[in-house]
C-alpha cells in the first residue's frame, strides 16, 4: 500500500534529478569552438604571419592570441618582422581578443584562470618558432 508521504518523496526526488539534470545541461562550455567571427579572424592572422621567415633571431617577435574569461592571452604566436612592421598583425590581434571576450561573456564562459606567459620567440631553420618553454613544452600555433 502506497502512502501520501511516499507519493511526496517521489515527487521530491523527481524535482530534484530535474534541477540537477537541468543545471549540468546550461554550465558553460570551456572548450567550446570559436565563433565564426572569430575564427575568421583567426584565419586572418594566420595568412598575416605567413611563413614567419626569418635570418636572425632579432627578427622573431610574439603576439598575444585570444583572451581568457579572467584575464590574459590563450596562447602566444610567433612572426616575423622581417617582411611585416606587425601594425595589421595587431590590430587583428587586439580584434580577435575583444571578439573572445565578448563572445565569453554572452555564453558565460568560464576559464581555468592560469597565466599563459609569453615564451619569446627564436628563428630556427629559417623560420620564426615559439621557444620551447623550461616545462619541454612548446604552445605554437
Given at each position: 500500500m502506497h502512502t501520501p508521504t511516499y507519493s511526496a518523496l517521489r515527487a521530491a526526488c523527481a524535482a530534484i534529478l530535474l534541477l540537477a539534470t537541468s543545471a549540468c545541461g546550461s554550465a558553460p562550455a570551456q572548450d567550446a569552438p570559436p565563433a565564426p567571427g572569430n575564427a575568421g579572424l583567426l584565419a586572418q592572422i594566420q595568412a598575416e604571419v605567413g611563413?614567419?621567415?626569418?635570418?636572425?633571431?632579432?627578427?622573431c617577435q610574439t603576439i598575444a592570441i585570444g583572451a581568457k574569461a579572467c584575464g590574459g592571452p590563450e596562447r602566444y604566436l610567433a612572426w616575423s618582422s622581417k617582411d611585416n612592421d606587425g601594425k595589421k598583425l595587431k590590430a587583428l590581434a587586439q580584434a580577435q581578443a575583444e571578439a573572445s571576450r565578448k563572445q565569453q561573456q554572452a555564453d558565460g564562459m568560464m576559464s581555468t584562470c592560469s597565466i599563459?606567459?609569453?615564451?619569446g620567440a627564436t628563428c630556427e631553420a629559417g623560420r620564426c618558432v615559439l621557444q620551447k618553454s623550461?616545462?619541454?613544452g612548446n604552445s605554437a600555433m
Open positions: 611563413a614567419a621567415a626569418c635570418d636572425s633571431t632579432q627578427q599563459v606567459t609569453d615564451p623550461a616545462m619541454g
